[in-house]
């Protein structure tokens, strides 16, 4: 049996009154999704329980079958294994993010979609301003970098699991003032964010970046803190081996924490212009060696990020057609499969922000089948199987038999 797993990120969205009381899923021409409700399995999951804040994160580990409640200790840590970083029993990961605050407003969590490079130099600078031997800033892909604390059992981290941080992406238009860190250590945080606002203000880059008519990075948003998290890996509870393929850290981390391989594509770029035909052609080569293949979409959550309808609803045609089509003839000519779309978590383009509640979920393949209907929000709503408890669906998905 061989199984795929397509994540369209954040496409579970709310009706929009542009859009005449519909939303981007039911406007999107997307026959293939459209095709996996119809001749399979139609549901709905949670993948975020209520205490927990509504993010990939959780939601992507959560979908994978792991109790957030049991695993989870932040973000941070989940990209710091996407990079390889190991993290020791002391020692924490911080999110890292470069952002745009005007007026104390988040007017862009990505600092304008932020080079790599000009990151990294921002981030140097930072690093030799702040001067402490405990502290290593780590360069990402473009405005999503982390900061690691390396503590020991004389100088432990300063941190604890009730230190409070806020996603800045859950900030895009509003002000921050209630939002900067909160708790134990809080005070190490928000000190290096208000350097990292001076050191930034007149830093060339920046200087460049408004010459060129783009916005400049003010400062340095830190958020998303945890030690390091123990999981299991997914060949020793399903006796399956999978692969990622992704542009997002998150999920190269995640697949990393559960000894998933991860494919690089090249063109993969997190955002609206990504290769999606270049995925879609990777998972076709991926099925060949792998039980289980998982291909993440991130263009769909950044156009919800944005408000911009439209081109959510481009981003899910071109999954459909470069993504979906080609994994779902591949595993048809391959025997015996399973083939899920589901979103990890809703993002409605009315908020711009990640929220809690069930997400559509379509399932086809081997012994599926007679309850379906198209893929989007308000069909999946009258199907009878849901999954209160996300963590819970993965093995329905691998070994359980799907019925009404």
Known sequence: MKYAIIIPDGCADKPIEALGGKTPLQVANIPHMNAIARDGVLAQTDNVPAHFPAGSEVANMTLFGYDPNQYFTGRAPIEAAAQGIQLG?????????????????????????????????????????????????????????????????????????????????????????????????????????????????????????????KRPATNVWLWGLGGSPQLPSFQSRFGLQGAMITAVDLLRGLAALIGWDRIEVQGATGYLDTNYAGKGQAAVEALDKYDVVCVHVEATDEASHEGRHDEKIKALEMIDQHVVAPIHAKLESLGEYRLMVLPDHPTPCTTKKHSHGMVPLAVCGTGLGGFGDSYNEVAAASSPVKFANGWEMIEQFIKGDWKA
Request: aromatic share 8%.
């Open 89 to 213: 029993p002391y020692d924490w990961a911080v999110r890292c993010n470069l952002v745009t605050v005007v007026d104390q407003v988040m007017m862009d969590f990505t600092a304008d979609h932020i080079s790599t490079a000009e990151s990294a130099d921002l981030l140097k600078s930072l690093s030799e301003l702040v001067s402490n031997p405990n502290l290593q800033f780590v360069p990402g892909v473009s405005y999503r970098n982390l900061m690691i604390y390396r503590g020991n059992a004389t100088t432990p981290s300063p941190f604890a699991t009730d230190t409070r941080t806020t996603a800045p992406h859950d900030l895009t238009d509003l002000s921050v003032s209630d939002d900067y860190p909160r708790g134990r250590g809080s005070d190490m945080l928000v000190d290096i964010m208000q350097k990292s606002a001076s050191l930034f203000a007149d830093h060339p880059v920046n200087q460049k970046r408004i010459a060129a008519g």
